[in-house]
């Protein structure tokens, strides 16, 4: 079988592996989409929270099918169309160990759910970083259409604040520079879009909220200076969530405006236990996110697709995809 492999530090390869076997407790799954995300690179980088070896086979954001299913396995049978979790307690799939970026792969059914048949394959790929999001908001507290949403960032995670935001029905402004990102930002439910870079910039939020500020603001870009930018963009009581990672940088930031506002802090990482909710909200209320995908590539042009995925310029997500994803 074909499979994306991270074979050293900066060696990425499209390696003929043979299909792995399975337990009494496992399942094989068969690939349809997987999206490549920042981390992988990362991982391809040398880089991760938590240790990894070489080779590995990278993928954390995918849809697929049952083609086999263990003996001991309940619950799930060949052609069932599933998507899984990442972070499975120590072990982290596609980091840890070995991911979907493969023509088969190993799951175990604890990490799985079943797609729900309002969802595409594509759509179902995308359900991992909207699930941080759609976490993210919930953490946020009772966002409703009374509120105004700032959301720092128009990369995946952001469009996907974006999108939950605007269609539990808040107003939602993108915080974003890049013009292409900001018009999905606005595609996917932004009313308006500024520039955080610019001067003036809290200037304009705060017209754009008559005077008020933002009733909740999500940091999704991991940037030092957007952080630190949270606060002064906030209104009185406002709800804070950060979700963009930074390791190691700092900004100077007017902490005295914790206090002053009365500001609720929160930071989020991942979308622990949120998984069967979000799909029940997806299913629901129809939501699409594949705009966001603005590359695909099959298999068989993996390295295409990462370097790709490189050009952030170009490109916000990119998908593999293997037997005609939708």
Known sequence: MRAVQFQAVDTLALADLDIPRIGAD???V????????HSDFELLGGRYIIPFGYPIIPGHEWSGQVAEAGRDVTGFAPGDRVLGECVIGPEHFGFSISGAAAEYF??????????PDELTDSQAALVEPFSCAYFATMRAGNVNASDTVVVFGAGPIGLSCVAVAATIGARVIAAEPDKTRGDLARQLGAEEVVDPTSDGFTDQVRELT??????????????????????EVAGFNGRLVNIGIDVGRSA??????????????RGTIGSPGVWPETLRFLAR?????????TSRYPLDRAPEAYAAARRTGENVKVHIENGGAA
């Open 26 to 28: 496992e399942i094989l």
């Open 30 to 37: 068969a690939l349809r989409s997987v999206g490549i995300c």
């Open 210 to 231: 008559g005077g008020r500020g933002a009733d909740v603001v999500m940091e999704a870009s991991g940037q030092p200076a957007a952080m630190a930018a949270t606060l």
């Open 106 to 115: 190993v799951a175990r059914p604890e990490w799985l759910h079943k797609v």
């Open 252 to 265: 100077t930031a007017k902490l005295g405006l914790i206090q002053s506002k009365q500001l609720q802090i």
């Open 285 to 293: 209320t129809g939501l699409d996110l594949t705009p966001m995908i």
